[in-house]
């Protein structure tokens, strides 16, 4: 399934991006985020002008059963793999399940990109596709996983929002 979520921020395009990119920034809100369990950055370089990082996210469980069978906790993990380039306000990312039996199945990838918004402030456009490659059930837990994850940016968004203003930066 194809999908597209906003979400709009109270500052311009070039401080959102470089604070969502911000070395560490995953664990400074974590303390805020009620459906993330866990959040580590694995990895963060810049070069070039460009910013590379991975990050792992353990969710809150959202999914406990697949018919008769359960869902581990850890089926649910991911790790983000993006590229930001800060200059052209666009993100690259794949999530890759941190399960191999899972990570066979789903496939997620797309882009991000920070605009002008109202009053000076930006909007954030995440697009992308997630693929569960299950036969009948596959597009039941692409519509699952969606749903999920639009709440997860949502309350990352708001999250953030309020640490720009906290911050003076919004």
């Known amino acids: 399934m194809k999908y597209r979520m906003e979400h709009e921020f109270p500052c311009d395009g070039a401080t959102l991006l470089r604070t969502l990119f911000d070395r560490g920034i995953v664990e400074r809100l974590l303390p805020r985020l009620t459906r993330i369990t866990e959040a580590e950055t694995l990895s963060w370089s810049e070069e070039n002008g460009r910013i590379r990082r991975r990050v792992r996210y353990l969710p809150v469980p959202a999914i406990r059963s697949v018919g008769p069978k359960k869902v581990e906790p850890r089926w649910m993990e991911w790790i983000e793999e993006s590229e930001a380039d800060p200059a052209a306000g666009i993100v690259t990312y794949r999530n890759v399940p941190t399960t191999p039996g899972v990570a066979r199945l789903l496939k997620n990838r797309g882009e991000m990109r920070i605009r002008a918004g ?53």
């Open 118 to 170: 109202r009053n000076g402030g930006s909007v954030r456009e995440v697009s992308g596709e997630l693929r569960v490659e299950v036969f009948l059930l596959g597009a039941i837990a692409e519509r699952l996983i969606h749903s999920y994850a639009k709440e997860i940016l949502d309350e990352e968004a708001r999250a953030v929002a309020d640490l720009l203003r906290e911050e003076g930066r919004g």
